[in-house]
């Protein structure tokens, strides 16, 4: 079990570039979340997966976020013309399909926009 | 939604003493997790305790869900224990975990 794995783990871009952030979850985990969290405060969710199917989406992801899971396995989070307001560690966890509902964080991308 | 609410928000503490955590939150919850926090960002889980007590090692963490709480035990502090402290919770209604603001935690030696 290798654990969820983040890449980019750091990203510096220039506001108004797009970013893409890719999340592998831990294999047969069929749920699978996305956080941000600022300098200074807890993980806030972002949005959450079951297989390839987008269940909830927080108020938080403006239409310039979207995300995706397209075969139930790995997904992609997008930001669009960013701003120095998404600064942010974005945070993917994932947890199984039966047994529990305890879920397991990968190590962040930390996005920084100049 | 719930509200999470956490104390103390910072802990300085000399090592080998031992500390409590505590974790209010305001609405029933089927899941509640403590996470540890790394310099370098990630969560490190500790528990998984939407109710009962567990032990491992030298934490151990108790939630009494009929009144709302959850408690981080610590002891014999080591300098490797600092970090941020989160409980985490969620509710029957959703799958998405409601953070509290942390509880800071600096072991000198």
């Known amino acids: 079990d290798t654990g969820v794995s983040q890449d980019p783990r750091h990203k510096i871009t220039k506001r108004g570039q797009n970013v893409t952030f890719r999340c592998d979850p831990i294999?047969?985990?069929?749920?699978l979340y996305w956080y941000r969290q600022t300098l200074g405060q807890g993980p806030e969710f972002l949005t959450y997966?079951?297989?390839?199917?987008?269940?909830?989406k927080s108020r938080l992801l403006s239409d310039r976020f979207s995300a995706e899971r397209p075969k139930g396995s790995f997904s992609t989070l997008e930001i669009q013309r960013t701003e120095q307001g998404d600064s942010a560690m974005y945070l993917c966890?994932?947890?199984?399909?039966?047994?529990?509902?305890?879920?397991?964080f990968g190590p962040g991308t930390r996005l920084t926009v100049t | 939604g719930i509200q999470v609410e956490q104390s103390p928000p910072d802990l300085i503490l000399q090592e080998g003493a031992n500390s409590t955590l505590r974790c209010n939150f305001s609405?029933?919850?089927?899941?509640l997790q403590w996470f540890h926090q790394n310099p370098w960002g990630q969560l490190i889980n500790l528990f998984y305790?939407?109710?009962g007590t567990k032990q491992n090692g030298r934490l151990s963490a108790t939630t009494v869900a009929t009144e709302r709480y959850s408690l981080l035990y610590i002891s014999s502090s080591q300098t490797t224990d600092s970090g941020v402290y989160f409980c985490?919770?969620?509710?029957?209604?959703?799958?998405?975990?409601?953070f509290g603001t942390g509880t800071r935690l600096q072991v000198f030696p």
């Open positions: 985490a919770v969620g509710s029957y209604n959703t799958d998405k975990l409601i």
């Open positions: 609405d029933s919850v089927n899941n």
């Open positions: 294999s047969e985990h069929n749920r």
């Open positions: 966890a994932s947890s199984p399909p039966t047994g529990t509902d305890e879920q397991y």
């Open positions: 997966f079951q297989n390839e199917a987008q269940l909830e």
């Open positions: 305790i939407p109710s």
